[in-house]
């Protein structure tokens, strides 16, 4: 048995109305999938993205596991960008704060940083060589 490959992440939000409200600005395409929950408000909203349309799903925090902090940490999962520098100026300007200035790991091009969303979840964001040699087409 491997690993074989990222499949969905789960963000957080108390107003998931809003939250893909905010993902979609920023993604530039509306969630594929949404589902309303018991109340009939929108509980979860899906979105397939990049070049392996990972999904990027947004929960209700009512759905949460029992235990899960409200406050951001954790897991730190890292998606690839080619303008790193322009997509941490663009997720502050849609106002997520920084939670992680942008750091160069090493001397080989790995160049991370991570801000958290409106809904308290951390959104890592990567330059990535491995990730350009495997999708040569994306930068």
């Not at 902090?69 to 106002?95: I, K, T």
């Amino acid at each position: 048995m491997n690993l074989r490959g990222f499949a969905t992440i789960n963000y957080w939000a108390d107003d998931v109305t809003a939250a893909a409200a905010w993902y979609t600005e920023l993604l530039g395409v509306e969630p594929y999938f949404q589902r309303p929950g018991p109340d009939g408000a929108l509980a979860y909203a899906e979105f397939r993205i990049g070049d392996n349309e990972a999904e990027l799903g947004l929960v209700s925090r009512a759905f949460a596991p029992p235990g899960l902090p409200s406050a951001p940490g954790g897991a730190l999962m890292y998606w690839h960008v080619d303008d790193l520098e322009a997509m941490v100026a663009r997720l502050l300007e849609l106002g997520a704060t920084e939670f992680q200035p942008i750091t160069p790991r090493g001397d080989i091009g790995f160049v991370t940083a991570s801000v958290v969303d409106p809904f308290g979840n951390i959104l890592g964001v990567m330059y990535n060589p491995h990730y350009v040699e495997q999708h040569p087409f994306s930068s």
